[in-house]
């Protein structure tokens, strides 16, 4: 995939946020739903597909591998399932863009595959660890090779026999958990993981959706190899992490009072939630309702003074893409906030802690960063230019604390924001954010 063009952005003070907004669909239950519905034995429809540069790349992946897919409207899509067994061999790279999501998950599901493929990404993405999925796949029988010890492009060699593994991951991540149990649909006997602290369930509630006889508790899964999946259709709930932004935004500018509807409310995605409510904040949730299993609920954002907390630590893991716009609620905050058992962080799309560091000090913030944390103390934002360093979250964050800023924020290379949240900058200014392209 070529690299988005570059584009910028000026952010600044614009009015109340004030209305009713839809944002677009989840990106790891789009990713996970074209997978499975690519494994399935018959038609699945998705509704509420994220039309993101990440999900689309997953797509495009699966049409690479033999799965013919219709999109009758951006956000609806037709996969015409070829069966665990029916997978092609593509004709060259599979190329997943940024998506860590995308290329840790197919790193599993192609491990069981007959032939070999080749996973590639873009700059951010081929800087990313992925030792983390390779090392339980080899466990497992797979055979991965990866550029300097464990960095993309992975190399897969199909043919192998995989074997179930007890997997005691170490790090936390969906995406590796996810990795282990996708290899393990096409292992001899069960494959199990457990996690040092519960991750999103995502994978697991739609294997078993899909018919996949699945055990699975808050930080275990476990899963027998040899399983067929049945097509079905995924009502994809909107996406909380993009919700984030204008949560945020509705609290920090006064006067506001914002609906975010239908928003997946996923208890491993909300921490976020009770940080900012433990801050201060007024979210109401109203009509709560269930969109194909998961929990959604309208959001009802009123503006209130923050102050600062120190996060607790298990609520890391429920808020870990939050945090880029947590600091910026840090930031406009009374006090300060401290944020520890987050060094994933430096991980990400980019090293989020010394990306949101460097760009709140640019703005006037005093910021001390430690290895898994920070500490923000809240103050008042000046104008600046910071970096997004071409991650969407960072971009979106800072368009935040443009708002709250005395000057104009300057935000370069944002061009990846369409990864996650196309179309955020229109429907922000819809909302009363003062955003526009440099
Ligand atoms: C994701 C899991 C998280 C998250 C990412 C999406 C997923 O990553 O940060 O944006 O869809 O499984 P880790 O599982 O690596 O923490």
């Known amino acids: 995939m070529t690299s988005p063009r570059r ?10 946020l004030q209305g009713e907004i839809d944002v677009p669909g989840d990106k790891s239950i789009s990713h996970r739903a074209v997978m499975l519905a690519a494994l399935a034995d018959g038609t ?23 799965v013919r897919i219709e999109a009758p409207s951006p ?31 197919l790193s599993g599901l192609l491990a069981g595959q007959a032939f070999d493929s080749v996973l590639a990404g873009d700059a951010s993405l081929s800087r990313r660890p992925m030792g983390r999925v390779i090392e339980p796949l080899s466990r497992m029988g797979a055979q991965i090779e990866a550029h300097d010890g464990g960095l993309p492009p992975l190399r897969i060699h199909g043919g192998r026999r995989l074997r179930g593994i007890e997997f005691d991951s170490p790090v936390a991540s969906a995406q590796v958990k996810s990795a282990v149990l996708l290899a393990g649909l096409y292992a001899a006997g069960e494959t199990s993981v457990r996690e040092p602290r519960p991750t999103r369930d995502y994978t697991e509630r739609m294997l078993s959706a899909f018919g996949v006889d699945i055990d699975f508790s808050p930080g275990f899964a476990r899963l027998r190899g040899g399983q067929r999946l049945r097509s079905t259709a995924i009502e994809v709930p909107a996406d909380f992490s993009s919700a984030a932004f204008l949560i945020v935004a509705a609290t920090l500018v006064p006067g506001s009072e914002l609906r975010l509807r239908a928003v997946g409310l996923n208890p491993r995605r909300t921490g976020l939630l009770a940080a900012l409510r433990a801050m201060g904040a007024d979210i109401s949730e109203e009509r709560h309702a269930s969109h194909g299993g998961e929990p959604v609920a309208d959001l009802v954002v009123r503006h209130a003074p923050l102050r600062g907390i120190a996060v607790p630590e298990p609520l890391v893991a429920d808020m870990i893409d939050e945090f880029p716009i947590l600091a910026v609620a840090a930031a406009c905050a009374e ?59 960072i971009a979106m964050a800072f368009a935040v604390a443009g708002q709250l800023a005395r000057g104009e924020v ?20 819809q909302a009363g954010l003062g955003l526009r392209s440099a």
């Open 7 to 16: 584009l910028d952005w000026i952010a600044s003070p614009g009015t109340p």
């Open 44 to 66: 699945s429809h998705v509704d509420g597909f994220l039309e993101g540069a990440d999900t689309r790349a997953t797509a495009a992946i699966f049409a690479q591998l033999g």
């Open 75 to 105: 956000s609806r899509r037709i996969v015409h399932g070829v069966g665990v067994d029916g997978l092609r061999a593509p004709a060259g790279v599979l190329d997943c863009g940024n998506a860590g999501t995308g290329m840790r998950l």
């Open 335 to 393: 006090g300060s906030t401290v944020v520890s058992g987050a060094a994933e962080l430096r991980v990400k799309e980019s090293d989020r802690i010394e990306a949101m560091a460097s760009g709140l000090r640019a703005l006037g913030i005093g910021v001390r960063t430690r290895p898994d944390g920070v500490l923000i103390e809240g103050g008042r934002l000046a104008g600046g230019a910071v970096d997004s360093l071409g991650d969407h979250r």
């Open 410 to 429: 300057a935000i370069t290379d944002v061009a990846n924001v369409a990864t996650s949240f196309p179309g955020f900058d229109a429907l922000a200014r």
